[in-house]
């Protein structure tokens, strides 16, 4: 049920975003290994020959797609239905787009607090809080101008 | 668009990064970082407020703001930068953290709340500074700044799940905003989903609490009201779809018409009405929203139950029948948007995410045959896309539709599918949708089609160049088992099992195949010397598979003589001694014990098996070892003896007794119920169902509904209640702001039928919205003895002065008495208050009386009455009357007769019996049939006296006695 993480890697593994709804199964310490699982099991895809979807657990599958060089990868329970969070996934880059005026990772990098923000306004509890781009776009600037 | 340059972008946190990306060494970056954190440790003064440092002021506290700022995010970056690996090393920084959350500059409140909402899924982190984050939150949900409370419910909606503390401390903070109807829509959006969070974290703040359960979803629900407002939709149906899974879903089942409503204008009305410019949230890329579609269907697969239900969910059968026609329509149009050629992926996307959810839906609601065909050529067509996550989506979508609609949509496929399924799977590349081939092929499999479908398997194993081991594996199993099931021809059985066997490709390392193999081998007679037959012929290949030799070496060391026609025991022992030295330890065990069972055959080979084991004395395997010095030892007894040693010790096996196919429990998700163990091929069986259907709320059976006696009653309910009893039409309910009126009818020919139209009418001064009513019946299960059946609901909106009509029908299976009435209750709200009513409608067994007048008869007759009166008296005795005295309320004898006409009865024109009404009719039901009932009122000094006699007996008297004194009463 819903989103359990939204990961953004680049394409050597560097984690660029992440975001919990709940925290990764076992000890904090091992964050960093389910991490490192979730890159070699996204970036040994692929991407022509098969789909964006691939089990990660006995409790997760992900939904993932790439982005020039970046994948974008969201946990989600194994009964939930696949294909909308792939929208998911097109929306938050559509919009990180729209704000950053074409994209890329290095946007990323030294804005991470802005892409935050974009995430905060887009998904909370693990849900889709908005869906309209316009909307998004007007709210993240007018939050990006205030002191 | 990045628009402030100056006092967001902080320099120093970009120079920092830019100094990261810089270094071209990992050791260089830690260095960097390292330098980094003595400086901001440094700035913040940690442990040594007094020190200076570069001239820089070394306490915290003359900080500001900005740089506090600026040294928390940095901060952040570390953390992300080291994928997470650094927590413990900004732990120092939490302090200052929660100082800049209480910053009033919005951009640093910003970041202190970001950097948190990093950290916090860390459980040491809540415990450091957990306290202080939950006063703050505190003050900014009670902020009349919007942004605050915003920031306060980001952060809440983020880390909800990780702090059980936070549900306690702030869930009363939260609900607040989220009910408040002065909140901005963006605060009522983001509080939505932090309460939903919050409840994930711990829900028993709902469920220990009768009365704020019912009070808070009926809030919630109420947020759904603005049928139009998607914007706010989409933030609270995931909370209104936790609550009906996991909170209270008999209390979310109201909603099912008004959900509909809203799927059926999002997917139906809204394209091509030309409306679709107004209302620009319900679609994407004009498209209908796939958010609002899904999650409403989400909800709705929770609430309403596979047709097959027995949990005491509501099936398609409780569903008036606009709505079901609405969902149904749906399902149609879906279809329709998911065939639409699109050249672009995203709309492609879109349009497959509508339809797959409403094709997994549609078998809830009893589709027809032409609705099955529609999916599966739907769903099949898409096969053809050539992108990938499309075949994939359709194939698993086939698999449920086939798996839950059943038969139906089996035969569909079956019978013009089957060859372009055969076809993809041996083109197909991707390992995933080959998976989902072959569960699909699993499942549509049958005694008519299982002699292709393992055909195309075999070939699938034989020619493909994928060497996923896993799905070989599980190929294979599944091959043998549909083999097991599904063979009507006994020979055809052991070929195939044989050439599965053989497949040295497949590499499974599984024994259970050819153990199953061979167990029922041993337990069918027939199939032994086919079966040696057929090993004969593949023994002597080279590289012939170690699966072969295994079941070789049990099969020919069991039935060597039913092969001894073309084949001598000399050449069988050749056969294994050549094989030996190729095989794994385990084989060549069995070939050991396959050489004694020769050897006891034939006592010629004694010299030759003896020179084997020798030669095995020096095996380095303990097994092997040991064996052979056993067996030598055992032929060296019968020597010595001249007892026939192997003949007791290598008796031939006894038949198996296993039930269970042991390789059903490898098949896992794909639960097919248990086979039987084939005794006796062929066995042909309907195939059960496989993967499990979308998830379904799960009720607890309870023997009647909870639901119908847990609250009061609204005062004054018994009036309308007894006037509906009486009349066919009339006033039911008035309150402050709603009066109901009913009218019943008898539905012709179906007198155990009454529909029953209640009108409600706004008298209020304000509008009524959000009316929602649910019908909740004594029990739905073990044989209930009504069941009711919504034609249509009300509006859920009434203007001031106006009405809406709801519509519903009783069906009497069997007579109850009437305290196990189905109460009707109504939500609403009207000028900002919410209000309930709860009352009950009478489902007597009256109901259904038909006097013999009404089927143009003319009236009985005193004589005919005391005539059958005492024919039911000696044919019944006393078991079949009822009796009963009551202080009559009724003045006159004139106003009991007049109430017991307007029930129904026939009442007997007589002037020769005082004081007393004789009166007769005939109730029916559906499961009891007709019962005749006479009936004798006698009122006297204030008290009325009530006889009844009816066909069926004391039971349906005492029933129709009930309802009389509930009438005149």
């Not at chain 1, 975003?17 to 290994?33: A, K, M, Y």
């Not at chain 2, 220990?208 to 407002?229: E, P, V």
Request: glycine fraction near 6%.
């Amino acid at each position: 049920m819903a989103i359990k993480f939204v990961i953004c890697l680049n394409k050597q593994g560097v984690l660029r975003l992440i975001r919990l709804f709940e925290p990764f199964p076992g000890d904090v310490s091992n964050n960093q290994s389910t991490i490192a699982q979730i890159y070699k099991l996204v970036s040994s895809r692929e991407h022509k020959h098969q789909s964006n979807f691939v089990e990660f657990s006995d409790s997760t599958k992900l939904v993932y797609k790439r982005y020039a060089g970046l994948y974008f990868v969201l946990g989600i329970g194994l009964q939930d239905e696949e294909l909308i969070y792939l929208s998911h996934i097109h929306l938050f880059v559509e919009v990180l787009d729209a704000f950053f005026g074409n994209v890329c990772e290095l946007d990323i990098v030294f804005n991470f607090h802005k892409a935050y923000m974009i995430l905060d306004e887009l998904i909370i509890g693990g849900e889709i809080q908005e869906t309209s781009k316009d909307v998004l776009l007007e709210r993240i600037s007018h939050l990006d101008r205030l002191n | 668009m990045v628009g402030n340059t100056n006092y967001n972008s902080m320099k120093g946190l970009q120079l920092f990064i830019a100094d990261l990306r810089g270094s071209l060494h990992a050791e260089d970056r830690e260095k960097r970082i390292q330098s980094e954190m003595v400086n901001i440790r440094k700035q913040f003064g940690a442990g040594n407020s007094t020190d200076s440092v570069n001239g820089y002021p070394g306490t915290a506290s003359t900080l500001n703001g900005y740089q506090r700022k600026k040294y928390v995010a940095k901060l952040a970056y570390i953390f992300i930068a080291t994928n997470t690996t650094r927590i413990s090393d900004v732990m120092f920084g939490l302090d200052q953290c929660c100082e800049l959350m209480a910053s009033n500059v919005y951009s640093e409140k910003y970041i202190a709340y970001m950097t948190l909402e990093l950290l916090y899924s860390n459980p040491s982190v809540c415990q450091q500074v957990g306290d202080r984050v939950i006063a703050q939150l505190k003050k900014d949900l009670a902020s009349m700044t919007e942004n605050h409370v915003a920031l306060a419910l980001n952060f809440l909606g983020v880390t909800g799940k990780c702090d059980p503390n936070l549900t306690h401390e702030l869930i009363h903070e939260v609900f607040q905003v989220l009910r408040s109807p002065t909140s901005a829509q963006i605060l009522q959006k983001k509080s939505s989903l932090a309460f939903l969070a919050l409840l994930r974290n711990d829900s028993t703040i709902l469920t220990q609490d009768a009365r704020r359960k019912q009070l808070w979803i009926q809030r919630i629900m109420g947020l759904l009201d603005d049928s139009t407002n998607y914007r706010l939709m989409v933030s609270v149906l995931p909370l209104v779809e936790y609550i009906a899974r996991e909170v209270d879903g008999a209390a979310c089942v109201k909603l099912v018409p008004q959900l509909s409503e809203i799927l059926h204008n999002c997917i139906v009305h809204e394209r091509g009405s030309g409306r679709a410019g107004g209302l620009p949230d319900s679609t994407y890329k004009n498209i209908p929203s796939p958010w609002i579609v899904t999650k409403i269907v989400s909800i709705l697969n929770i609430l309403i139950g596979s047709p097959s239900s027995s949990n005491g969910e509501i099936t398609f059968t409780n569903i008036d029948q606009g709505t079901l026609r609405k969902l149904r329509m749906c399902v149609t149009r879906a279809i329709d948007i998911g065939t639409q050629p699109t050249a672009d992926m995203l709309t492609r996307t879109i349009q497959n995410t509508i339809l797959f959810s409403l094709i997994n839906f549609a078998s809830k609601l009893d589709p027809s045959a032409d609705a099955i065909r529609n999916s599966v050529n739907a769903l099949t067509s898409l096969l053809s896309s050539n992108e990938i996550n499309t075949r994939y989506l359709a194939l698993d979508c086939l698999i449920k539709l086939c798996s839950v609609s059943g038969k139906g949509a089996q035969d569909e496929v079956r019978s013009g599918h089957m060859d372009q399924l055969f076809h993809i799977l041996l083109v197909e590349r991707d390992t995933s949708v080959v998976r989902k081939i072959v569960d699909l092929l699993y499942t549509l499999t049958d005694a008519g089609n299982v002699e292709s479908n393992v055909n195309t398997l075999l070939k699938y194993m034989t020619d493909s160049k994928q060497n996923d081991y896993q799905l070989r594996s599980d190929i294979a199993v599944k091959v043998a088992i549909l083999t097991e099931k599904f063979a009507t021809d006994t020979t055809w059985y052991v070929i195939v099992s044989l050439r599965l066997l053989s497949l040295s490709n497949a590499s499974f390392n599984n024994n259970e195949i050819w153990q199953r193999l061979c167990q029922i081998i041993v337990n069918n007679e027939s199939l032994q010397k086919l079966s040696c037959d057929h090993l004969l012929q593949y023994l002597p290949q080279p590289n012939i598979s170690e699966a072969i030799v295994k079941a070789g070496a049990f099969v020919l060391g069991e039935y060597a003589e039913v092969a001894s026609s073309k084949i001598s025991y000399g050449e069988i022992f050749n056969m294994f001694a050549d094989k030996y030295f190729s095989v794994s330890n385990l084989c060549r065990a069995m070939i050991l014990t396959t050489l004694m069972k020769l050897y006891r055959r034939d006592p010629s080979l004694v010299s030759a098996v003896i020179k084997f084991f020798q030669l095995e004395l020096n095996s380095l395997d303990l097994e092997l070892q040991t064996r052979s010095y056993e067996y030598l030892k055992i032929i060296q007894l019968e020597k010595i003896s001249g007892v026939k040693l192997v003949d007791i010790l290598f008796e031939p096996m006894v038949p198996f007794s296993r039930k269970k196919n042991p390789l059903l429990s490898r098949l896992e998700g794909a639960s097919l119920s248990a086979f039987d163990l084939t005794d006796s091929l062929p066995s042909v069986k309907g195939i059960s169902n496989a993967p499990t259907p979308p998830p379904t709320r799960k009720v607890k059976p309870t023997a009647h509904n909870s639901a119908n006696n847990s609250q009061p009653l609204s005062p004054g309910w018994r009036d309308g209640f007894k006037r509906m009893l009486i009349h066919r039409q009339g006033v039911f309910y008035s309150s402050t702001f709603l009066k109901i009126f009913f009218r019943t009818a008898a539905i012709p020919h179906q007198s155990e039928l009454l529909e029953v139209t209640l009108t409600y009418v706004n008298t209020s001064e304000l509008p009524i919205t959000s009316l929602l009513t649910e019908i909740v019946p004594y029990k739905t299960e073990e044989d209930p003895p009504y069941i009711i059946k919504v034609i249509s609901v009300p509006s859920a909106g009434i203007a001031k002065g106006e009405r809406t009509a709801h519509i519903f029908e009783i069906l009497t299976r069997q007579g109850s008495p009437l305290g196990q009435s189905p109460i009707l209750n109504i939500n609403f709200k009207c000028g900002g208050s919410v209000d309930g009513l709860k009352v009950k409608i009478p489902a007597g067994i009256t109901n259904t009386i038909t006097s013999g007048r009404l089927e143009n008869r003319t009236g009985v007759t005193l004589a005919q009455f005391i005539q059958r009166w005492k024919a039911l008296g000696q044919a019944l005795g006393k078991e079949g009357e009822n009796h009963a005295i009551v202080l009559a309320k009724q003045s006159s004898l004139e106003q009991v007769q007049s109430c017991v006409e307007r029930m129904g009865f026939d009442i007997v024109e007589q002037k020769m019996v005082e004081n007393t009404i004789f009166a007769a009719g005939i109730v029916r039901t559906k499961n009891d049939g007709n019962s005749g009932c006479l009936m004798k009122l006698r009122c006297k000094s204030g008290e009325l006296e009530v006889t009844c006699k009816t066909t069926q007996g004391h039971f349906v008297s005492e029933l129709i006695v009930g309802c009389v004194l509930e009438s005149v009463s």
